[in-house]
């Protein structure tokens, strides 16, 4: 299916937010869907994960202030993002993941991305 990522915004440090990954079709198969990050000039980099059991995995970084969801009806993914710090600020991407053992997948997709901008 397609993603497309939404709810990027500028917010202020120690502000919240809300992203939402929309897919195109059914989500209830996808083994391994989640939240990607990258700023210019560095390397992709996990947020969080979601399996098809609500099974979830976070970056160090953001466990305690990040919360993913997986929501079958809707098709889509939320990530709610509370006390925004600096180094938040990155386009976030939605990420599928097939063939899947535990959070490691064979195949990966990315789709569009959203960008989020913190201010001090």
């Known amino acids: 299916v397609q993603l497309q990522a939404s709810g990027g915004g500028l917010v202020r440090a120690g502000g919240s937010l809300r992203l939402s990954c929309a897919a195109s079709g059914p989500i209830s198969r996808i083994n391994v869907m989640g939240w990607y990050r990258q700023v210019p000039g560095k390397e992709r980099e996990l947020v969080a994960l979601?399996?098809?059991?609500?099974?979830?995995k976070y970056a160090d970084s953001v466990k305690g202030r990040f919360t993913i969801a997986r929501d079958n009806a809707k098709n889509t993914i939320p990530l709610e993002i509370t006390d925004l710090k600096a180094e938040d600020a990155a386009i976030y991407y939605c990420y599928q993941g097939f063939a899947c053992s535990h959070f490691d997948c064979a195949v990966q997709y990315w789709g569009q991305g959203t960008l989020v901008t913190v201010s001090s």
């Open positions: 979601i399996t098809t059991d609500d099974k979830k």
